[in-house]
Nanobody, 118 residues
Framework: QVQLVESGGGLVQPGGSLRLFCAASGFIFSRSAMSWYRQAPGKERELVARISNGGGATTYVDSVKGRFTISRDNAKNTVYLQMSSLKPEDTGMYYC???????????WGQGTQVTVSS
C-alpha cells in the first residue's frame, strides 16, 4: 500500500521557520522524483519545490527561492522542506507528491497545514 505521510505543519509568525516531513512507503522511493505542492484557499495547487530521485537536482517556484530548501534521505524514504523567512502568503495546505521515473506512476499525500500569521 502506497503511503505519503506529511507532518511538521503548524502556525508560525511571519519571519519564522518550519520543517515539513514526508515519509514514503509502498513504492521505490529512490526511483521517484519528489515534490512539494501547496494550495491556498481559493487558489489552484502550485508546485513549490521538486527534487530528483538522487537528490542532485532541485527546482523552486520563484516566490520561495532563497527561503525554502527541499532535500531527501533515500535511506529513510523521507523528503523534507525547510521553510524560512515565512510570509503570510506562504499559508496553505502543503502536499507531498511522488513520480516514479520508471513506471510514471504518481502519488499524493493528504497534506499538512501551514499557517503564517501574527
Amino acid at each position: 500500500q502506497v503511503q505519503l505521510v506529511e507532518s511538521g505543519g503548524g502556525l508560525v509568525q511571519p519571519g519564522g521557520s518550519l520543517r515539513l516531513f514526508c515519509a514514503a512507503s509502498g513504492f521505490i522511493f529512490s526511483r521517484s522524483a519528489m515534490s512539494w505542492y501547496r494550495q491556498a484557499p481559493g487558489k489552484e495547487r502550485e508546485l513549490v519545490a521538486r527534487i530528483s530521485n538522487g537528490g542532485g537536482a532541485t527546482t523552486y517556484v520563484d516566490s520561495v527561492k532563497g527561503r525554502f530548501t527541499i532535500s531527501r534521505d533515500n535511506a529513510k524514504n523521507t523528503v523534507y522542506l525547510q521553510m524560512s523567512s515565512l510570509k503570510p502568503e506562504d499559508t496553505g495546505m502543503y502536499y507531498c507528491y511522488a513520480r516514479n521515473q520508471d513506471t510514471l506512476l504518481t502519488y499524493w499525500g493528504q497534506g499538512t497545514q501551514v499557517t503564517v500569521s501574527s
